[in-house]
């Protein structure tokens, strides 16, 4: 994978000290769904419990998110850790109330994505408040370092990983792109966009929101169509899905350079010519990682990242790397 853009411009992030609290008994394992507080209440009472609450859903990015979740729970089964999960599919009241859920049923950690932190501002405030650790993921760098049991986030740095982006259309020659934001309010795939504008210059980047565009694919499509027959200095598509921008290469014209971020179905786009890259951050680790902190953190006083988050990538996959990871996609892991 390329990581020459991963340079000295990751964020200075500062960060608090993390004190440990709490212990560790028998093992045990629930997997949480919709409704979360029922789900919560069902874990077992005498280990302890580890909360994963994110606002994904469980398509092609979430489904991977999920397998790490799942087998560091069997992994660390025997270090007295039960492991609950609410997958929120971009509904804030549900991720609001997965978190309370979390902290009710009287969870150490609780791991959360935060693609809106005024949204979930008030509730990891109360739960940091009683006591419990907190780890972002996938979303939310920075967002909470001033919380006093905030430990770590996990994931990649979003604007380095948009400069990657960008400098691959560079090298690809493009001469204007078409950015879609699929979620108005995550802040994370503005920085994306960010990070691109930074390497090819804000006159040559065109960012179009289309909200829940997922949940509306021919909506989509139409409006990534238009915004190409108005401009027709576009020459470049990137999504920040591939459950967007796959569908949506149909609507492009033919030639038009295209990249995604994550994988999905990118890996075959990629391997078919269809598609130049995919920026890859790694979700396995991301679910995979916050169990294993959290379990180290709760039983032997171990913290990680030094005030800087634990990056999952962002790497590069194209042609040159795209059957390995093929490989691995079918395992479910990549």
Same mark, same amino acid.
């Given at each position: ?7 000295? /411009? ?10 440990? @609290?709490?212990?560790? !008994? ?8 919709? *409704?979360?507080?029922? &789900?919560?209440? %069902?874990?077992? &009472? ?10 994904? =859903? ?34 804030? *009241? ?9 902290? &009710? ?27 419990? /650790? ?16 905030? /430990? ?19 090298? !690809? ?10 979620? &108005? ?28 565009? @997922? ?5 989509? @499509? ?18 920040? =899905?591939? =459950?967007?921008?796959? *569908? ?65 990538? *962002? ?7 795209? %059957? ?11």
């Amino acid at each position: 994978m390329d990581k020459d853009f991963i340079d000295e /411009e990751l964020t200075r992030l500062s960060r608090k000290g993390l004190f440990l @609290k709490g212990g560790a !008994a028998a093992a045990g394992l629930t997997v949480l769904g919709s *409704p979360a507080a029922a &789900a919560f209440a %069902a874990s077992n &009472a005498s280990t302890f419990k580890v909360a994963i609450v994110t606002h994904g =859903d469980t398509g092609s990015f979430w489904s991977v998110f999920k397998k790490g979740v799942d087998q560091a729970a069997k992994d660390l089964k025997s270090r007295g850790v039960s492991v609950t999960q609410v997958y929120a599919n971009n509904n804030v *009241p549900n991720q609001v109330a997965g978190i309370n859920a979390a902290v &009710a049923s009287g969870a150490k950690v609780i791991a959360t994505s935060v693609p809106d932190a005024s949204a979930l501002k008030d509730p990891l405030r109360k739960a940091s408040n009683k006591g419990i /650790e907190i780890i972002t993921v996938n979303s939310g760098l920075g967002a909470f370092d001033s919380l006093p049991t905030y /430990e770590v986030h996990i994931g990649q740095t979003e604007d380095v990983a948009g400069k990657g982006a960008g400098k691959q259309f560079k090298k !690809a020659g493009a001469k204007k792109v078409l950015i879609v934001i699929h979620e &108005a309010s995550n802040s994370g795939l503005q920085q994306r966009a960010t990070g691109v504008k930074s390497v090819l210059g804000g006159s040559n980047v065109k960012v179009l929101t289309i909200p829940n565009a @997922k949940s509306d694919i021919p909506g989509t @499509k139409a409006k990534v169509k238009a915004a190409f027959n108005a401009d027709k200095k576009l020459d470049a598509f990137l999504g920040l =899905d591939p =459950d967007v921008t796959i *569908p949506c290469i149909s609507s492009v014209p033919k030639g038009t350079k295209i990249g995604t971020f994550d994988v999905g179905g990118a890996i075959k786009e990629i391997q078919a010519g269809r598609m130049l890259f995919a920026i890859d951050q790694q979700q396995y680790l991301q679910g995979y990682l916050p169990v294993v902190f959290a379990v180290l953190y709760v039983t032997n006083l171990n913290t990680v990242g030094n005030g800087q988050p634990v990056l999952t990538g *962002p790497g590069i996959i194209n042609k040159s790397n795209a %059957a390995k990871v093929a490989a691995l996609a079918k395992k479910g892991t990549r």
